[in-house]
């Protein structure tokens, strides 16, 4: 080598550890893959259907027609005066959302092995783009939701600006459980078995058909431990007002929890990663 001819610059990689793993801007780069994946998402769910997207609206309504039957009319459930349709509509409004997103995200890793095994891209782009892909089922629901806040004659209030806010959080504990899942169903397959099971008692342990204010005061903090809880209940006050205002220690704990599973969900994702291709 010539003697004036520089050297070669020489770069040492290493693998990155705790929370530092996420390389956000790969991610961001990776952004048009991102919005691609979330899209397919889309158009894979309702391919072949007779009713398509009409979906999105029936699953919703002919719930809460079950919930107002059951529960209002034969339990007598309370709905601090206000129409007990509108109160449950507005909780399945994040609980489907939060549902079909655990549904989909959790088996994303495995429906999409032929990409991870033959291309690089931040694998964690998969069960983010599944989750986000409910938005489109979000915002169907929330304009019959609307419809029926017309026809029960349910005013429009400006903590109705505040919704984006606490479907931001509806999506984070749908992404921390979904990380979770979607990791964990790469090596243990019994994971499809369990998130149906999950979200079906979900639907029950959670202030869908009923509220949180029912639950008894020694328990309701621990109760509101389930991330949704607190996000169902915002949704109730910003669509109904203040007779329906959150608990509000309850809804930090809500936030709490959320966030740690986000936190330990990423740390685990990113550890297991490295053996996806081998595995899946």
């Known amino acids: 080598m010539p003697a004036d001819e520089p050297l070669a610059e020489e770069r040492v990689i290493r693998p990155r550890r ?39 609206v029936l699953q919703p309504i002919l719930t809460m027609v079950v919930f107002v039957f059951v529960f209002e009319k034969l339990g007598h459930f309370e709905s601090n005066g206000e129409p007990y349709a509108v109160m449950t509509f507005a909780a399945l409004l994040p609980w489907q959302f939060f ?24 694998r964690l782009i998969i069960p983010a ?11 169907i629901a929330l304009v019959i939701l609307f419809a029926l806040m017309l026809w029960y004659g349910v005013p429009f209030r400006e903590k109705l600006l505040l919704l984006p ?10 992404l921390a459980a979904g990380i979770w899942l979607s990791a964990l169903n790469v090596k243990y397959r019994d994971v499809k078995y369990i998130v149906p099971f999950f979200t079906r008692i979900g639907l029950y342990a959670s202030p869908v058909a009923f509220m949180t204010s029912m639950v008894p005061e020694r328990w309701r903090f621990w109760f509101c ?10 949704f109730r006050w910003c669509i109904l007002g203040p007779k329906f205002e959150p608990y509000w220690p309850g ?18 994702f990113r550890s297991a990663e490295k053996t996806f291709a081998d595995v899946i």
């Open 129 to 139: 783009s599944a989750v986000f892909s409910g938005v489109v089922d979000f915002c």
């Open 251 to 268: 809804f930090w704990a809500s936030l709490a929890a959320t966030l740690l599973l986000l936190a330990t969900g990423v740390l685990y």
């Open 225 to 234: 431990l389930n991330p949704m809880v607190g996000v169902i209940d915002s």
């Open 18 to 56: 705790g929370l530092s793993a996420v390389n956000f801007g790969e991610l961001w780069r990776y952004r048009e893959l991102f919005g691609f994946l979330a899209w397919r998402d889309v158009l894979v769910r309702y391919k072949q259907t007779y009713l398509g997207i009409a979906w999105a």
């Open 165 to 174: 806010l606490f479907l931001a959080v509806a999506f984070a504990a749908a």
């Open 99 to 122: 549902s079909n997103a655990l549904s989909e995200s959790s088996n994303s890793l495995v429906v999409s092995a032929n990409m991870i095994s033959k291309i690089y891209f931040p």
